[in-house]
């Protein structure tokens, strides 16, 4: 009597063990492994932040660190103006370097107008 191959190769179930248990060695290697070097380095980046440092932050704001309160990071992203972040927030540290910083276009020759202004501006002309 001769056997098929596929009928051979189901009465063997080592080839499909070996199958199931490569399974979660891939997806150790392929998931787990770099995610979890990636949080080691985002550990790391955010606990070797100190004040001065220009960040930019998950939501992508720009801003340099003025201080720290326990995981409370305080950042200042424009001049007399700080919010409070999560230490967790932190992404990245902005190379200067590099040229990565966000520098305003405006030389300062014209002068800063809001909506606001414009609301204003425009009542008291028509009030006059």
């Given at each position: 009597m001769h056997l098929s191959p596929l009928l051979?190769?189901?009465q063997n179930p080592l080839p499909s063990l070996i199958i199931f248990m490569l399974i979660p060695v891939a997806m150790y290697f392929l998931l787990i492994r770099p995610q979890r070097r990636r949080q080691?380095?985002?550990?790391?980046?955010?606990?070797?932040?100190?004040v001065g440092d220009e960040i930019m932050t998950t939501s992508g704001v720009y801003g340099f660190i003025t201080s720290f309160d326990g995981d409370i990071a305080?950042?200042?992203?424009?001049d007399n103006v700080q919010i409070r972040i999560a230490r967790q927030a932190i992404q990245r540290k902005v190379d200067t370097a590099k040229g990565e910083t966000a520098v305003p276009t405006d030389d300062g020759s014209k002068a800063k107008q809001t909506k606001i202004d414009?609301?204003?501006?425009?009542?008291?002309?028509?009030?006059?």
């Open positions: 051979a190769a189901s080691r380095e985002t550990a790391a980046l955010q606990s070797a932040i100190e305080w950042l200042e992203i424009d414009d609301v204003i501006t425009t009542t008291d002309a028509t009030n006059d």
